[in-house]
């Protein structure tokens, strides 16, 4: 069983401890965070060894295998070099880093450490995602049904939006999450998700657009995305100021693959042009992010062999071209 350490003292947090112990392939040893009293009630809820305000703490003590990052995007970069110079394994929550150059600098450090880094980007180890992933794969063997576009859906209200208009209005600080100096807002806390399986499913796209709506501090806070292929477009809605029921669809000539909640994949129908649907499948995990500590689990249990490094470049090499997709849509909005 695998040690871990987290970074952060958030709600995702919480869920991550949730799952590494429903999976019984992690241990949680230590809990560090900037507040005291969020550290103390994490590490007594979930029976932590410990808990520290002093991050070197975590990071060299010599029991801890993994450190999990869930800080602040813009503190991810720093964190995981000084994870990885201590020896340390990371999973940090997407986006893993805010730039292409971070990205490669971490990655180079990692591999000479001989440590691996793994963006957690939940959705695409869910069980609901594989068997969209084969379906969409199968379809787009059939020269009778050609792929035509997609359209993804994503709106999710921020709990912290009335906040974040009375800080602007008032002049505070804004909530983290609104707050572009920490590397967030759109594009890289929900954008993610859609661009994530876009890239999974069709690859690298030829062109990348963001055409953003953004607030008085400068924060995108909704927006529209175009991935133009060679011969077609994925179209992407997301926003973090609206609530949105549409669920995202992939259009093969008669039939549509319709994806629920394209940031877990709640369930997948496919429908055709008559309007008959069927369920393709509907899994609800207890914990959204087990399917994804567990696939980590196995590959840090299984580094040694190839199948296993194999498996740690597939996502390692999607995660990059995730981060590149990224960079050419704030490209774009320049």
């Not at 949680?28 to 507040?35: A, E, F, H, T, W």
């Amino acid at each position: 069983m695998l040690n871990v350490g987290t970074i952060g003292s958030s709600q995702i947090t919480e869920r991550f401890i949730e799952a590494i112990q429903l999976s019984n392939a992690f241990k949680l040893k230590g809990v560090y965070s900037r507040n005291m009293d969020n550290g103390k009630d994490l590490a007594e809820i979930y029976h932590a060894d410990y808990y520290t305000t002093q991050l070197n703490n975590l990071l060299f003590d010599p029991e801890i295998d993994v450190v999990y990052i869930a800080s602040p995007n813009a503190l991810h970069f720093d964190q995981a070099i000084r994870a990885i110079k201590a020896g340390k394994h990371c999973i940090i929550e997407k986006p893993m880093f805010t730039t292409v150059e971070e990205w490669h600098k971490a990655h180079d450090l990692a591999a000479e450490m001989g440590v691996y880094i793994f963006e957690a980007a939940k959705h695409i180890h869910n069980r609901n995602y594989k068997r969209l992933k084969q379906l969409i794969k199968n379809k787009l063997s059939e020269i009778e049904q050609p792929f035509l576009t997609a359209n993804l859906n994503l709106g999710k209200y921020s709990s912290q939006y009335v906040q974040y208009l009375d800080a602007v209005a008032h002049e505070h600080e804004v909530p983290n999450v609104f707050n572009p100096e920490l590397g967030t807002g759109n594009l890289m806390d929900l954008g993610v998700y859609p661009i994530y399986v876009a890239v999974d499913l069709f690859g690298l796209p030829d062109h990348a657009t963001y055409k953003p709506v953004k607030g008085a501090n400068g924060i995108d806070l909704t927006g529209l995305i175009y991935l133009d292929y060679t011969d077609f477009q994925i179209n992407i809605f997301v926003s973090m100021i609206s609530y949105s029921v549409l669920p995202s669809e992939f259009y093969f000539d008669d039939e549509t693959v319709v994806a629920y909640d394209i940031s877990k994949i709640s369930r997948v129908d496919l429908v055709d042009c008559h309007g008959n649907a069927a369920t393709v499948v509907s899994y609800t995990p207890e914990n959204q992010l087990y399917d994804e500590v567990v696939t980590f689990s196995e590959i840090l249990n299984s580094k040694e062999t190839l199948d296993g490094q194999l498996y740690y470049e597939t996502y390692k090499q999607l995660s990059l071209q995730v981060a590149q997709v990224i960079a050419m849509l704030k490209k774009s909005d320049q």
